[in-house]
């Protein structure tokens, strides 16, 4: 056996191997983003919740600007966390909720009729992109 076919066997060897890991490494990250994109999702339901607490309130004449700022954050916060799990739509409508929430007067009431950012929903687009993510994991 000459020294090349050992080191060509060898190579041959090492790039199945590392093919191997490569696509192992790969199943592990769909699986993984999986798991962050349903936690997001799981997220966004919980923020829904705290701001229907929140408007409830409101309804009644208790105005907290410090809860306001923090509903303006925690909705932004979930949009980029959404955005980089390309869940677009619904980072979309998380984003629009931070905004609305960092300054309600900056949308005309048309424009939110039309955006649609209704807690309904929100909770019905994230409601069917968990029942998909179950779907598709096997985790």
Same mark, same amino acid.
């Given at each position: 056996?000459?020294?090349?076919?050992?080191?060509? $066997?060898?190579?041959?060897?090492?790039?199945?191997?590392?093919?191997? =890991?490569?696509?192992?490494? +790969?199943?592990?990250?769909?699986?993984?983003? =999986?798991?962050?994109?349903?936690?997001?999702?799981?997220?966004?339901?919980?923020?829904?919740?705290? !701001?229907?607490? #929140?408007?409830? $309130?409101?309804?009644?004449?208790?105005?907290?600007? $410090?809860?306001?700022?923090?509903?303006?954050?925690? *909705?932004?916060?979930?949009?980029?966390?959404?955005?980089?799990? =390309? +869940?677009?739509?619904?980072?979309?409508?998380?984003?629009?909720? $931070?905004?609305? *929430?960092?300054?309600?007067?900056?949308? !005309?009431?048309?424009? +939110?009729?039309?955006?649609?950012?209704?807690?309904?929903?929100?909770?019905?687009? !994230?409601?069917? +992109?968990?029942?998909?993510?179950?779907?598709?994991?096997? #985790?």
């Amino acid at each position: 056996m000459s020294v090349e076919s050992v080191a060509a $066997g060898g190579i041959a060897k090492s790039v199945a191997t590392h093919i191997l =890991k490569w696509l192992t490494n +790969l199943n592990r990250a769909k699986k993984e983003r =999986k798991r962050e994109s349903l936690k997001a999702v799981n997220k966004v339901v919980s923020l829904i919740r705290k !701001t229907t607490a #929140y408007s409830r $309130g409101l309804r009644v004449g208790q105005q907290d600007f $410090g809860m306001e700022a923090m509903l303006a954050e925690d *909705w932004s916060n979930l949009a980029h966390a959404l955005s980089e799990l =390309k +869940l677009i739509a619904l980072a979309k409508k998380c984003d629009l909720n $931070g905004r609305y *929430w960092a300054d309600s007067s900056q949308f !005309t009431p048309e424009f +939110l009729l039309q955006a649609d950012i209704s807690f309904d929903t929100i909770e019905k687009i !994230t409601r069917n +992109l968990a029942a998909q993510i179950n779907a598709d994991s096997k #985790y």
